[in-house]
């Protein structure tokens, strides 16, 4: 198909026309796949990237910002949303990292205090004892390793209220772990 053709099923895109989406997938599906794993090294996320651009595609209806050059945008969304996924990727893994860090620092505290339980038991009981908002966005982010937006939505609030109930809380448990070793 040329661009004369990708043009062609725009307008019939533009018109809602499904057979027209169907040709687009058909034709940018495996390109698109092959161009999102070399960004994500994953042939599943890869997979699933494109998918999901695809069904954003047709349901919000991103078909009505193609121009003239559809494979150009096609591929610049995959690099965007490829990126983006890297991003969020490398911040769980420093998250991840920074909470093994404690736990070490943990373990080495609980070894330097002659393996106290009490540590352990305050900080167990700091979190039992705080608001619940704050608890359970700590136990969805920390614990259960969900994302803010989905963590928001479980709890019926803002992102920027879990936020502050994550700062807060955290806030609480680093008191526990200073008044402990000090």
């Not at 989406?21 to 090294?41: E, G, R």
């Not at 093994?100 to 009490?118: F, P, V, Y």
């Not at 305050?122 to 359970?136: I, S």
């Amino acid at each position: 198909m040329s661009v004369q053709e990708d043009i062609q099923l725009v307008h019939r895109l533009k018109q809602d026309d499904l057979t027209a989406f169907d040709a687009l997938y058909l034709k940018y599906y495996a390109l698109l796949c092959t161009n999102a794993f070399f960004f994500l090294k994953d042939e599943q996320e890869a997979k699933d990237l494109v998918q999901t651009l695809f069904l954003d595609l047709w349901d919000k209806q991103l078909y009505m910002n193609f121009h003239d050059d559809v494979r150009g945008y096609l591929f610049r969304a995959v690099k965007n949303r490829c990126l983006n996924h890297l991003a969020k990727q490398r911040i769980r893994n420093k998250r991840e990292q920074g909470f093994t860090k404690i736990a070490l620092q943990e373990e080495a505290g609980i070894s330097n205090l002659e393996h106290n339980d009490d540590h352990y038991s305050r900080l167990h009981m700091a979190l039992e004892e705080m608001p619940v908002q704050k608890r359970a966005a700590i136990r969805m982010v920390y614990l259960h390793g969900k994302k803010y937006r989905d963590a928001a939505a479980v709890m019926r609030i803002s992102i920027n209220s879990l936020k502050t109930h994550l700062q807060t809380g955290l806030r609480i448990l680093r008191g526990e772990i200073n008044s402990k070793i000090n």
